[in-house]
């Protein structure tokens, strides 16, 4: 009877730790797919940031070819005037030679007269249609004037936006060291360089608190500054990462890094979600060799990339 009582008590202890571990192993089979899900969605993202990437950079070659284009037809039209006026001139001189060749044979053959009244009348007219012209790239050249005046005026603004914006956020990053994370400007944008120490562990994701501090410092300058379109790249060096989880490699772990810095800016309710893209680059856009510890230190970082809106700057330009 004894026997039967411990196979009895042996055979629940079995049953109740086989339904412990079915209920683990489906929370984490959870856990798994919903990773995977986000995965996914975060690869869509990179593909969509990637191609507004390069919208943005073809923007900006557009921008420079323009202002170029402007003020080498702004040069083209300065000298265009100068001929005419020249013509003009000449024209002008023989104008009043012919006069005074007309005074001096008044009382000579009306055949002579007439002829050099002809010839007065077909200058005449030919200095009216060199006027008209000349008047015509006057207005042309002071309407290209005005744009270029306009542009270059709306280009300081924007520098002087940059700048401030460039004060603004170091200011609000004081607290925070040289090594821990760095402010620049970079062709008009401002660039908020986080060490992968003030951020994350090695091969995490997760921010630590005095990061999640310097995130939350910098979305008070932002939410203060809506026409700020604001970029969050995850960079890695070039040492493998071989995960069996949802982030596989180092494409992934650039992407949940991004975005998990994303999230965090996104907690002020002021900063509209949409000025935000949220992008994984990898160990393909280095700032030292990787040969080193130091260089590798130096590419493990998460950037957020500040930029100006140019919507007004592309009017302007597509105007002219």
Avoid at 141 to 168: G, H, P
Avoid at 174 to 183: I, R, Y
Avoid at 242 to 256: C, I, T
Wanted: glycine content about 4%.
């Amino acid at each position: 009877m004894r026997t039967v009582h411990k196979i009895l008590f042996f055979s629940g202890l079995i049953l109740l730790s086989s339904c412990v571990s079915m209920k683990q192993f489906n929370a984490v089979q959870d856990k798994v797919e919903t990773l995977t899900a986000e995965n996914d969605q975060l690869k869509q993202a990179k593909i969509s940031l990637e191609a507004r990437n390069a919208e943005l950079k073809s923007r900006n070659e557009q921008l420079s070819d323009k202002n170029n284009d402007l003020e080498s037809r702004l040069e083209e039209a300065l000298y265009n005037l100068n001929v005419q006026k020249q013509r003009v001139e000449s024209l002008q001189k023989e104008q009043a030679s012919l006069s005074r060749q007309l005074d001096a044979l008044k009382s000579g053959s009306s055949e002579e007269i007439e002829m050099l009244l002809e010839e007065l009348q077909a200058t005449r007219q030919n200095l009216n249609e060199r006027e008209d012209r000349l008047r015509e790239a006057e207005r042309e050249l002071e309407e290209r004037n005005e744009a270029l005046i306009e542009l270059q005026e709306i280009l300081a603004q924007q520098q002087e936006a940059v700048k401030k914006l460039k004060d603004k956020v170091t200011n609000a990053l004081l607290g925070f060291a040289s090594d821990e994370l760095t402010v620049h400007e970079k062709n008009g944008k401002v660039y908020v360089s986080l060490e992968e120490k003030l951020l994350f562990e090695t091969g995490q994701w997760n921010v630590d608190p005095r990061g999640q501090q310097a995130i939350r410092d910098l979305s008070s300058v932002l939410a203060d500054n809506p026409d700020i379109n604001i970029m969050v790249e995850g960079h890695t060096d070039d040492v493998p990462m071989r995960g069996s989880g949802a982030v596989k490699d180092n494409w992934d772990l650039s992407v949940m890094r991004a975005t998990a810095v994303t999230k965090i800016l996104t907690q002020n309710e002021n900063i509209d979600p949409s000025r935000i893209i949220a992008a994984g680059r990898s160990k393909y856009v280095p700032l030292a060799s990787n040969e080193t510890a130091e260089g590798r230190q130096m590419n493990r970082r998460t950037e957020i990339i500040l930029t100006p809106d140019i919507d007004e700057l592309l009017e302007i330009i597509e105007m002219n």
